[in-house]
């Protein structure tokens, strides 16, 4: 795991480097290519020996929906040529990290046993950013076995105030 990191590193600095102008349409960008690469069809049509690099990139771009700039261009190109399709996810993910320090915010996932409509979502924002002290990039994913509630995770920092943990911690009462 540690040489993942370490190869993703220099790619993901680059490219902050390269974007400071503009980095959040950059993010959109490399989450949708870090998508597309993380799929073990294309993984395998890039690793054939047949496949050209120009071939592996209109592969590429021909699924991507968001628009590519030059920067964009360039830096998928040098991803297919230095043989680091795989490595997209993680170069995504530190990308992301540098971003959001720079902009002083943390990425939260919200885990809802229910879908969170727009002001829902907006009122969870706000009291989440209160209670972690930080600006937060908010994203929801339903887990149905939550019962209700939710559970929210900011890095290594969770909040569960979900049924199934309430649950979890009378079980623990009750057999102790």
């Known amino acids: 795991m540690a040489e993942l990191a370490t190869i993703a590193r220099p790619y993901a600095e680059a490219l902050y480097k ?4 503009d980095a959040f349409a950059a993010l959109t960008w490399l989450d949708e290519f870090a998508c597309v690469s993380a799929q073990a069809q294309l993984q395998q049509f ?3 020996p047949k496949a050209t690099n120009e071939q592996v990139y209109a592969v590429i771009s021909g699924v991507m929906k ?4 030059s920067h964009a261009q360039n830096f998928i190109r040098t991803v297919i040529a230095n043989n680091r399709l795989a490595f997209v996810p993680e170069i995504a993910v530190q990308f992301r990290a540098l971003v959001n320090d720079k902009s002083g915010s943390s990425d939260a996932v919200i885990y809802s046993a229910f879908p969170m409509d727009g002001a829902a ?3 969870a924002a706000k009291v989440l950013e209160k209670r972690f ?6 994203s929801v994913e339903l887990q149905p076995e939550l019962i209700g509630g939710i559970r929210v995770v900011v890095g290594d920092e969770v909040l569960d105030t979900s049924v199934k943990a309430r649950l979890e911690q009378m079980k623990m009462a009750l057999t102790a």
């Not at 390269?18 to 102008?21: E, G």
């Open 18 to 21: 390269a974007s400071t102008s």
């Open 46 to 48: 890039a690793d054939s």
């Open 66 to 69: 968001s628009a590519l700039d």
């Open 121 to 123: 979502l907006v009122d």
């Open 133 to 138: 002290a930080r600006k937060l990039n908010v």
